[in-house]
């Protein structure tokens, strides 16, 4: 059984679990407080759980390293974006005790977000490591996390339809540095996801045959993916061989370095094309036009080459037909083509003639004139 005793102004607590004594603060001057404390760690002892003044002294930075580990052990491919979800969480919770941080903590976080302009997927990005930790630290054993908060998520209604024009392409590969022209040249062509392109090595690429290959488990779905090099970028791979260099495996590379970020060298090409757009809530300037844009762009053209749509997606490696869906834009020259297409169609129809009454014989074209 425990105790309550008094030191000082406050009164303390004494209870046992697995023969051993623990002592705690009520931080209290009132006996009532310290009776509903003793109760509630004897029930969580009877329960078989840790006293919740283990919980108490479990921190926010604790979580984070943990969710860490877990994706290095399990190998997920979007460790990077986990490790910058919980640099960006640390911000506001870093140091802060688990059991202080609740739903109304979180809204303010998601306020101050959204007021330095970060869209809403951004921010469900956030939340959803938020809520992984929470998780994680759930099923601990022994826990770390005796109640998981309830953390609202956003609507996301900012899916981006951003493409390139071939001239805009032309425009921006021009732009940028030599060495980041291949890169985005692969990408206009394939659609490959940025990490597929940048981890690209030579034993993935045979340039007698013209193929570029991604064997399972290197890709955002695991499934293995092949392509065959078209003219241009067959001409691309060459030269990148021209400048292969010892100790860099990489087929895209700087000066003998594996390129892991050009957003800065994107930005400035950006700004100095006029490519961008003013956030309506920071009133900062952003790139008009991402690097993803070219996923969207090669999809849109292979399917209007008449390339298959399931050849399609097994070159850009999509796996649902919803998601393929979603990046075959369709834009305003889509559509007059479409209603040029169905004009024409309807004007071989038995002479059918647009607005002319279906009872009604089409005009006949004599010559200069035109008889009805």
Not at 150 to 173: A, C, Q, V, W
Not at 291 to 302: G, K, P, Q, S, Y
Request: glycine share 8%; proline share 3%.
């Amino acid at each position: 059984m425990g105790c309550i005793y008094r030191r000082g102004k406050n009164y303390w607590i004494k209870y046992y679990r697995n023969g051993k004594p623990y002592t705690e603060s009520t931080h209290s001057d009132k006996k009532e407080v310290a009776k509903k404390l003793l109760i509630t760690r004897e029930g969580e002892i009877a329960q078989g759980q840790l006293p919740g003044i283990y919980l108490d002294k479990v921190t926010f930075d604790e979580l984070g390293k943990d969710l860490i580990t877990d994706y290095r052990i399990n190998k997920r491919k979007s460790v990077d974006r986990a490790e910058l979800a919980v640099k960006h969480l640390s911000v506001v919770f870093g140091g802060a005790k688990v059991v202080n941080i609740n739903t109304a903590s979180v809204k303010a976080y998601i306020e101050s977000r959204m007021e330095a302009g970060m869209a809403n997927a951004s921010i469900n990005r956030e939340l959803a490591a938020l809520k992984r930790m929470f998780r994680l630290g759930a099923r601990c054993t022994p826990a770390k996390v005796g109640l998981v908060p309830y953390i609202p998520m956003l609507r996301e209604s900012n899916t981006r339809k951003g493409f390139f024009e071939h001239g805009d392409f032309l425009k921006i590969r021009d732009d940028l540095p030599d060495y980041l022209r291949p890169v985005v040249t692969f990408a206009y062509h394939t659609g490959w996801r940025r990490g597929e392109i940048l981890n690209l090595t030579w034993d993935k690429v045979d340039l007698e045959q013209g193929i570029v290959r991604l064997d399972p488990g290197e890709t955002k779905n695991d499934e293995a993916r092949t392509v065959y090099l078209n003219e241009e970028l067959a001409l691309v791979m060459k030269a990148q061989h021209k400048k292969r260099r010892l100790g860099c495996p990489y087929v895209f590379h700087n000066g003998g370095q594996q390129i892991r970020n050009f957003q800065d060298a994107w930005h400035r090409a950006c700004k100095r094309l006029g490519i961008q757009v003013r956030n309506e809530k920071s009133g900062r300037l952003l790139p008009g036009r991402l690097f993803h844009d070219f996923r969207r762009t090669a999809v849109r053209n292979m399917v209007r080459a008449g390339v298959h749509e399931r050849v399609a997606m097994a070159i850009s490696g999509h796996k649902t037909r919803s998601v393929f869906d979603r990046y075959n834009i369709i834009n305003q020259d889509d559509l007059r083509e479409a209603a040029r297409k169905q004009e024409s169609y309807l004007r071989l129809q038995n002479g059918y003639i647009l607005g002319t009454p279906p009872n009604k014989k089409a005009p006949v074209k004599k010559g200069l004139f035109v008889t009805y």
